[in-house]
């Protein structure tokens, strides 16, 4: 079973170094939390393994296979969901998250569409258009998107910013359910996730000098781990 | 393939459903045309004379009115971000979203040029080759363009930056497209100017793909 580590990363922004020498490894079924203060580089890190940004030095690899020799093979395996819903104001949910679905090689998009907004929780959306959906639903929307198109690792900012309790848990399920079968996630979050036997990294850690903008704010932060 | 179609069905299916960008570069389009007569005087000579660069200006104008549109709503709402991961190339994204663009905005210029022609007094020996050359022509605007679209995005006033950057790239398609249809006109064979303008076509056509995806890359990082 494959293995995802990041060795010696550093992440440049701006002028501004975000973290340097960063290691981390992810077996299969592991999860890796990321936690810091607000500019520690959660993003940024999510951004770096999922090959959007890249990182001025360091390297990700798959079983000890360079990321960077092979990144087709890299963005099959991967499924990313960041700030932005990606919701396409004019389309229904289910023809969004079809599109998708397609884009991701599934052979049945529309079924596949359907049973992920089953599973989420909302099948009653799937006819509306984007324009007319809420925060939360917008944001359930693109996490139907892991399901809708299967990768092995997700990587995902803050996946439950607008969702309410009962969204946060039946999403705690589908994580876990996503571990057992082997599956890897890296997520970061300011609030609870449950992700038993998860991993943490604090990526205050390797920040290369203490934040000395605003050294209290945002502190308690890195303590609210699960 | 398939998934090709498919980026090609979802920005159509965008377009039609907002309905916006066909009617307004095509209405642009037929008032830019129509503006020349009460500027330049009702003289049908002189009007039969300047058709052809004419139509042609008119119609590099409107193909640029609505490329800026072309790579910003998906760059505004994360779809950039997760089209770049997708297992479709980049460039495959950027040669789906430009044919997309020109379905939408250049068919119907090439449709309504004829009409204009007969609202400019053109020789009629001209028409056809004005059909040609739109037909070979507005595609290389619409690839040119998409470089511009990717280069700009995130810039302020994209749009400007977009036209200076771009019209200037846009005068040998000018210039081999009014020149195909004066030599018919003449009763030359238009056929040089017609294959220099497939030259460009043929030459943009991997170039732009090539030059956008690497700008939109830089452009999502």
Redesign the interface.
Known sequence: MPVFAGSELTCLRGDRLVFTDLDFSLAPGGALVLLGPNGSGKSSLLRVMAGLLKPVRGRLSWDGATVADDPDAHRAKIQYVGHLDAVKPVLTAAENLAFWAALGGAADPAANAARALDRLGVPHIAGVPGRYLSAGQKRRLNLARLLAAPAVLWLLDEPTVALDRAAIALFEGLIAEHRAQGGMVVLSTHTDIATPGGAELHLDDFTPYADDEHPDDHHHEGEDAP | M??FL??VG?DL??AL??GGDATIAVMFFVLCVVLFPFGVGPEPNILARIAAGVIWVAALLASLLSLERLFQ?DY????L????????PLEAVVVAKTLAHWLVTGVPLIVAAPLLAVLLNMDAAGFGTLVLTLLVGTPILSLIGSIGAALTLGARRGGVLLSLLILPLYIPVLIFGAGAIDAAIHGLTPRPHLLLLAGILAGTLPLAPWAGAAALRQA??
């Open positions: 398939n998934r498919r980026m979802r299916r965008l459903r907002q709503t505004e709402d994360g779809s971000e997760l089209l770049s991961l997708s297992s479709l999502v990082e």
